[in-house]
Each structure stands twice: as C-alpha cells, then as structure tokens.
C-alpha cells in the first residue's frame, strides 16, 4: 500500500505579538493562510519495525531531526502501531524560508499515516499530536484559513481571502526564528497589525483592504538584522504589488496582486535579484484544504 500527500506552504497576512508569557514563549495573534506551492510526500509500508526518509533535497536532515520523521514516529508510539514505513519527501518549498515547510511535511505525514494504517484519526486529534511537533503543525493539518493564538496552536477558521496572485522571494540567507524572537521586545512595538480588521475584510472578500491590512511585528527585526530583506521588501513595493509581506519570522517575502500580468512582471523584476522566486496561487474555497 501506497499514499501521496500535498503538504502546501503557509503564509502570514498578519502576525501580531501579545506579550511574552511566563513560560518563555511569546503569545501570538496571526492570521495563516495556504498557497499553491507544495512538498508532496509519498508513504509506503515497509515489510520491518523501521521510518526511513529519503528526499531530492539534500540540505534537509533525513534522520529523526526531520519533522516526517518525528511525526511517524509519533503516531506509531501513540497508536502502538508495529508497521514500519518508507517517506520520500519531494520538497518544493524553500527550507527555513518561514514558510511553515517542515510543520506542513509533519502534517502531512499525520494524514497520510492516518489512511495508510487506517487508524481513524479524526481531524481534531491529528491536530492535538500535531502540536506536540510544533505550532505551526495543527494549523497545517487542516489548512484553510485561520487565526492562530496562544503559541499558533489556538486555531479559529475562517472564509478564505479572495483569490489572487502571490509571488514569493527568499533571499539567500539563513534566519534563525529563535534568534528573531529573542530579539524582538514585545512592550516596544512599533505598530500591531489589526487583525480583526484583516479578518473582517476577509470574510468581505475586501482585496483592497486586506492588502492594506497586511502587518506583522517581526518584520521590524528581520528587516533591521537582514538589509537585503529590506531591499527585497522595497523592490517589490517599486514593481507595483498591490501588498508586500515577510511571511513568518522570514526571510521569504510576498507580493500580491490580483492580476497575473502584474505577478508576471515582478516575478520577472526579481529573478535577477534572488534565485528563489515563485509565482503562485492562494489557495482558496475548495481548493484551501492541503
Ligand atoms: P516556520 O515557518 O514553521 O518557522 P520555516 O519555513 O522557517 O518554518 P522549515 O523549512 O520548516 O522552516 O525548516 C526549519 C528547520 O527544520 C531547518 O533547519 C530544517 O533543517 C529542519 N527540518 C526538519 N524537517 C524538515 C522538513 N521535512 N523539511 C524542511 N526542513 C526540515
């Protein structure tokens, strides 16, 4: 038996922090939604006790450090389950890029484990162990749309944002999300994104306002560590996207447009300053789920 799973990118339309808590982590506020560029991830029984990874890419870790991995391993623990597994990862979504690949990788393994062993997993208690791998993980078991609060694991679904064009770029730079965090001072932010308002003009299918109410507080950081995001941000604002992000802790940005023409131009106007640019989708409506 055999199972193909699409583990889809995640981005912020808003990330806002609350304040750090007593247990060291920061209390978060951001609204998380999926586009069309995937990892697909393929699961096949193996006839002995072992979960060997493989992957084209070959600046992942292919041991237990790799978020598949632990997700197997989660879920033979936790479902006493004595099959083992083969999982061939086909990344497509840049590697610490803040782009939630591994956590949608780790998702996808839960979901694709789920049917190849038929387990009966609901959707809620994939999202459960899913957080036991990472914040982001319980969003990306079920994509959509969502607010995420608490550490991301506090999920609140809403309607999918119109349908447009996102054109990514990472830098070459490696950013560390810990460091990012660590950096930041959560009673000195400059300016909190409105997350109800991005919320609201989402379930209106309000592009304009949305564009407008793109926000997130760890820009700031990234933006004055990394000058090139800066510049990379700044670029995309001089092509003419109609909204310019960095998704995450970064240092992937995102430009979006709702005409193709536009996305085709500033995909065109940044080839020549990053070598990782995509010009994709948002994932809306039925096509939201991964
Ligand atoms: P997030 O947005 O959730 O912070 P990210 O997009 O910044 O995530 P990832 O691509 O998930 O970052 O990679 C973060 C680290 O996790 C990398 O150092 C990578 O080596 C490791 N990693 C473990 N498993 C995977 C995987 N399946 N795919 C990609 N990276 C993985």
């Known amino acids: 038996m055999?199972?193909?799973?699409?583990?889809?990118?995640?981005?912020?339309?808003?990330?806002?922090?609350?304040?750090?808590?007593?247990?060291g982590y920061h209390e978060v506020e951001m609204i998380m939604t999926m586009v069309d560029l995937a990892d697909r991830i393929e699961m096949k029984e193996l006839d002995r006790d072992a979960?060997?990874?493989s992957s084209q890419a070959g600046y992942i870790p292919l041991d237990e450090k790799n978020l598949a991995f632990q997700a197997a391993?989660?879920?033979?623990?936790?479902?006493?389950?004595?099959?083992?597994?083969?999982?061939?990862?086909d990344?497509?979504?840049?590697?610490?890029?803040?782009?939630?690949g591994g956590s949608s990788d780790a998702a996808a393994t839960l979901r694709g484990l789920n049917r190849l062993w038929r387990l009966g997993i609901t959707d809620g208690e994939l999202r459960t162990l899913g957080a036991e791998l990472g914040s982001d993980v319980p969003f990306c078991v079920t994509g959509g749309t969502a607010i995420a609060?608490?550490?991301?694991?506090?999920?609140?679904?809403i309607d999918s944002p119109p349908q447009c064009?996102?054109?990514?770029?990472?830098?070459?730079?490696n950013v560390s999300t810990a460091d990012v965090y660590g950096k930041l001072n959560a009673s000195r932010i400059a300016k909190h994104p409105d997350t109800a308002a991005v919320a609201e003009a989402i379930r209106s299918k309000d592009y304009h306002s949305l564009c407008d109410g793109l926000g997130n507080v760890?820009?700031?950081v990234t933006l004055s560590l990394y000058p090139e995001v800066r510049q990379l941000k700044n670029c995309m604002e001089r092509l003419g996207a109609d909204g310019v992000l960095m998704s995450g802790s970064g240092p992937t940005v995102f430009a979006l447009?709702?005409?193709?023409?536009?996305?085709?131009?500033?995909?065109n106007g940044l080839r020549g300053f990053c070598k990782e640019v995509y010009a994709v989708r948002m994932l809306t409506g039925e096509h939201a789920a991964p």
């Open 51 to 53: 979960i060997i990874i």
């Open 218 to 220: 760890l820009e700031e």
């Open 165 to 173: 064009w996102v054109v990514l770029a990472k830098p070459p730079i």
């Open 2 to 23: 055999r199972v193909m799973e699409k583990a889809s990118a995640k981005i912020n339309l808003t990330l806002d922090v609350l304040h750090k808590r007593p247990d």
């Open 73 to 89: 391993r989660l879920i033979k623990d936790r479902y006493d389950v004595k099959q083992g597994v083969y999982i061939h990862l």
């Open 149 to 157: 609060r608490g550490r991301g694991e506090k999920l609140e679904f």
């Open 257 to 267: 447009c709702s005409k193709e023409k536009k996305a085709q131009r500033i995909y």
């Open 91 to 100: 990344k497509k979504i840049p590697v610490a890029a803040g782009l939630a």
